[in-house]
Antibody
Framework: QVQLVQSGAEVRRPGASVKVSCKAS????????LHWVRQAPGQGLEWVGW????????NYAQKFQGRVAMTRDTPITIVYMEMTSLRSDDTAIYFC???????????????WGQGTLLIVSS | SFELTQPLSVSVALGQTARIACGAN??????VNWYQQNPGQAPVLVIY???NRPSEIPERFSGSTSANTATLIINGAQAGDEADYFC?????????FGGGTRLTVL
C-alpha cells in the first residue's frame, strides 16, 4: 500500500536549520508530486510547496521562498525539506503529502505522512 | 491572495445532515477538495473535485458547489464524524486551504 514515513521530531534554536525526510513506498516514486504542508499548534493547514520527484522541479509558497529547499533521492525514494533561519513561529507539525493523480500537479492531496513535529525555541 | 472562508464551528444532531460551507469569489469555477482531520492525526481526503468520494470514504459524505460557495455534506452524521474539516483549492499553481471548521455531533 502507498505509505509515507517521515523522520522524527526535531528541536532547534532560532536561526538554525532543519532537514526533514519522507520515505515513500508502495508506488512508483517518480510519477507523483510530493508536497509539504504544515500545521502550527491549534491552527489550520498551510502549504509549503511541492517537489516533482521525476526531475527535482520545485515550487514553493511565496512566504517560504529563499528559506526552504525540497530535494529528493530517487534510488532510495526519499524527499527532503530543509528550512533555514528558523523562527519560533515555524513551530509546527510538518506533513509530507502525495498528489492523488499521476503526473498531475494541480490535483487533490491524497496520502499523508504521519507528520514531523518541529519545535523552534531558545 | 486567494482566500477560502469557513465557519469556525458547525454543530449537528446525531443522525441529521451536516453542511460545512467554504466561501470564495467564483469558487464554482474551481475544483474543491475536502479533508477531515481527527485530533492528533493527519488529514484524510474525503471529497475531491467538488463531489467525488475516495472508495474508502462512506457514502454519507458528498460535496456540492455553487457560484461562490462549496459545501461538504454529511448525511446521517455519526459521532465518529466529529472532527476538523478543511476545504482546499489551487490558485496560481499554489495550494490554498480554508481555515477549517470544527464539526460537533450532538
Amino acid at each position: 500500500q502507498v505509505q509515507l514515513v517521515q523522520s522524527g521530531a526535531e528541536v532547534r534554536r532560532p536561526g538554525a536549520s532543519v532537514k526533514v525526510s519522507c520515505k515513500a513506498s508502495g508506488y512508483t516514486f517518480t510519477e507523483y508530486f510530493l508536497h509539504w504542508v504544515r500545521q502550527a499548534p491549534g491552527q489550520g493547514l498551510e502549504w509549503v510547496g511541492w517537489i516533482n520527484p521525476h526531475n527535482g522541479g520545485t515550487n514553493y509558497a511565496q512566504k517560504f521562498q529563499g528559506r526552504v529547499a525540497m530535494t529528493r533521492d530517487t534510488p532510495i525514494t526519499i524527499v527532503y525539506m530543509e528550512m533555514t533561519s528558523l523562527r519560533s513561529d515555524d513551530t509546527a507539525i510538518y506533513f509530507c503529502v502525495r498528489s492523488r493523480d499521476r503526473w498531475l500537479i494541480e490535483g487533490p492531496l491524497d496520502t499523508w505522512g504521519q507528520g514531523t513535529l518541529l519545535i523552534v525555541s531558545s | 491572495s486567494f482566500e477560502l472562508t469557513q465557519p469556525l464551528s458547525v454543530s449537528v444532531a446525531l443522525g441529521q445532515t451536516a453542511r460545512i460551507a467554504c466561501g470564495a469569489n467564483n469558487i464554482g469555477y474551481r475544483n474543491v477538495n475536502w479533508y477531515q482531520q481527527n485530533p492528533g492525526q493527519a488529514p484524510v481526503l474525503v471529497i475531491y473535485r467538488d463531489n467525488n468520494r475516495p472508495s474508502e470514504i462512506p457514502e454519507r459524505f458528498s460535496g456540492s458547489t455553487s457560484a461562490n460557495t462549496a459545501t461538504l455534506i454529511i448525511n446521517g452524521a455519526q459521532a465518529g464524524d466529529e472532527a476538523d474539516y478543511f476545504c482546499q483549492v489551487w490558485d496560481s499553481s499554489t495550494v490554498v486551504f480554508g481555515g477549517g471548521t470544527r464539526l460537533t455531533v450532538l
